[in-house]
């Protein structure tokens, strides 16, 4: 069964065809990155706007890459929350028109659930109960998966997102957006212990986690500096950094405990942040639990052929003629469906 994905939930507008939730046969992506390094951040506007002028091209792009046409595709699977409101509608509304005129099922993704597929993407099995690190700009979520559409979230952040923290932190630092791989490349010439920071949450006795008091002690640490040169710079990189993922990793031990787990899963755009896989490929080796990060960096970030497996797999559990066009919404909601 081949899926056509759509995906707009923020910055990237993003098309893709796979077969059976597995193989990709195009993951077409046109960033607006561009454009946000001008605004040093992402204004939903100028997202929406870019997301409106690239869906139609990427879309075609997409059925060339993988030499496919509409009679091809046995369903449209779409991002339908959360994220922001203008470039989501862009790809729901596409989406919609294009269900009704090709007479194809339409079926709505939740933006983390496709995060969570995206480890399934030309991989073989997963052992379930797995645990999830869904880690993003928008989102930072701990997520016991029981099985493929058996999803519980465990812990979530009280405020900031890590990526959204790298993104802020990298602003304070004058380096550009995004600011995630600005800090890590940095970080790599910097010394760790270099700054202080607190590891937030360690006892709050949840899986919680929370990243803005972290980010008020660079700014702090950063007032402290009369003369900022590179060599500092570096170290808050690093220490910054290495402070966010310590932070990460205390509450996945925890919950990988507590859920007796065999395989712990990165997904998200921070899920590429090289340091945070080294530091997780370690925990997995000491305590003998699995680590599956997505098979290629492009699937750790906003793609289109997460949400066409996981679309697929929702598919699976529901028959065709229950996906209406017209219940198709924009769901803003961060809960998990069920
Ligand atoms: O999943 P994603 O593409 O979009 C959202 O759903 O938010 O994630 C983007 C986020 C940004 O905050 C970006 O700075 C962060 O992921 N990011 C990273 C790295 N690559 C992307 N953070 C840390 N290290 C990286 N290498
Ligand atoms: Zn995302």
Redesign the pocket.
Known sequence: MKILGIES????TAAAIAENGKTVLANEIASSVVLHQKTGGIVPEIAARDAAEKILPIIERAFSTANLSWKDIDAIAVTNGP?LAGSLLVGIETARTLAFLHTKPLIPVH?IIG?IYANVLEREEVIFPALVLT?????NNLILWRDFLDFALVGETRDD????A??KV?KMLDLPF????A??SLALQGDAKAYKFPRPMQQSGDLDFSFSGLKTAVLYALAKEKHLNEKKKADLAASF?EAVIDSLIFKLKQAAMRFGVREIHLA???S???R?QEKTALLCRKNGWQLLLPVKPIY???NAAMIAAAGYFIYQKTPAREWDISKVRLNLQQELPQ
């Open positions: 939930s923020c910055d990237e994220g933006h995060h880690v993003s700009g928008g989102h997102a890590a990526g959204e790298f993104d990298a995004p600011g995630g791989p800090i890590a950094q998200g755009g921070v590429a942040n090289r945070l750790s970030t906003d």
